[in-house]
């Protein structure tokens, strides 16, 4: 018993340094991908530069946004010191950020099966696929949302609720992202503590949702007008949803049939909630999100990790080299895909699906009951 306890520790050990090396090695081969007046400079810098200078966040015109922000306030009061800091600075911090929260994915989606050469292989394959890449490029807060959901979800196992309400909050900064899991931590709650339980974790997640929201109040009494109108006045993107796809193609009838593709989603996770442990019924809740929100770009799909450290740390050496293989065609494809001179983001509609279908055939389902994931 003592020996496995230290080879368990070995293991960790050897995780953590594995993580801290590759993330230093990619942050130093890659600090080229920050781009200055990117997402990061619209939807955050800006707006908590006004706001710790007195003014209304959501009102970026000043400071010569391309576009006017429209990350729920939640990140803007959290991430508010950014304000502080030169366009520069900011933008560094951030890319570091990032990374550290990549590697807290890889560290945290492994569960008890984490050990160096699972680390090492998902750290390879999560900090090269071309979603993660995008992302660093643009300065999205993605994968600070995905961080904060398994972060929600791991102290609702532990029972630390605040805590979990806490990091839900940080994670409605971009709601359409959480909508799944959050529905999944509902039923969890209610299956625990029936209606009292869930309505609790719905009150805490208010309660510090209002919380973050402070400091934009202390700023400008009257933000919220501003962020209504900063919102309403985004532009309408191609975005790789299944409801532009639908749309695209079928026109009114796509809404038909996106709300479909969302019903039989929506059933499909409850049956993941009610038949398998907490953990898999999560990791595939991220997963399946991007196929039914109709606001999502393919940095968003950064969401698929936690499912695909699943998928990789639960199956034999024969289904890893599959998944491998199969996630070098998906590389080439969206590569293709990134280096035409004209690429849509709208055409990465097939990756959630792609990595879900592998996922799927892989996976041995038999072992919900037995195996802790």
């Not at 080879?7 to 230093?24: D, F, K, V």
């Not at 890889?106 to 992302?135: A, E, K, W």
């Not at 479909?260 to 993941?272: I, K, Q």
């Amino acid at each position: 018993m003592v020996q496995g306890q230290e080879r368990h520790n070995i293991q960790e050990y050897g995780a953590i340094l594995s993580l801290a090396m590759i993330g230093i090695l990619f942050a130093v081969q890659f600090r080229s991908l920050r781009e200055p007046r990117m997402d990061f400079y619209n939807e955050l810098w800006a707006p908590t530069h006004l706001l710790v200078n007195g003014q209304s966040p959501y009102d970026t015109s000043s400071l010569d946004t391309n576009l006017p922000p429209a990350w729920f306030p939640m990140a803007i009061g959290f991430f508010f010191p950014l304000g502080w800091l030169s366009e520069e600075t900011a933008l560094k911090a951030w890319f570091v950020l990032n990374v550290i929260e990549l590697c807290a994915i890889i560290f945290i989606s492994q569960d008890n099966r984490r050990s160096l050469v699972n680390t090492v292989m998902l750290g390879m394959l999560f900090f090269f696929f071309p979603p993660t890449l995008n992302h660093f490029f643009l300065g999205q807060i993605s994968i600070s949302v995905t961080l904060f959901l398994l972060l929600a979800f791991q102290f609702t196992l532990k029972e630390r609720h605040w805590f979990s309400a806490f990091f839900f909050a940080l994670a409605l900064s971009k709601p359409h992202l959480a909508m799944l899991a959050g529905l999944g931590m509902s039923y969890h709650y209610y299956r625990n503590n029936r209606l009292g339980g869930m309505l609790a974790f719905w009150g805490r997640t208010l309660i510090l949702s209002l919380g973050l929201c402070i400091p934009l109040f202390i700023a400008s009494p009257d933000w919220i007008t501003d962020a209504v109108r900063s919102m309403a006045q985004n532009p309408i993107w191609s975005y790789p949803s299944l409801f532009v796809l639908f749309r695209r193609y079928f026109d009114n009838w796509g809404i038909v049939l996106w709300g479909l593709t969302s019903v039989c989603v929506l059933w499909f996770v409850y049956l993941l909630w009610k038949k398998n442990t907490p953990v898999r019924a999560f990791y595939w809740s991220l997963a399946l999100t991007p196929l039914v929100s109709p606001y999502v770009g393919s940095w968003d799909f950064v969401t698929l990790l936690p499912m695909l450290a699943l998928a990789f740390v639960g199956i034999g050496w024969k289904r890893i080299i599959l998944l491998v293989l199969f996630y070098i065609l998906a590389w080439m494809g969206m590569a293709s895909i990134q280096i035409q001179e004209v690429s849509n983001n709208h055409s990465f509609w097939w990756v959630p699906l792609w990595f879900i279908l592998l996922s799927t055939i892989l996976m041995n389902w038999k072992d919900a009951e037995q195996n802790r994931f």
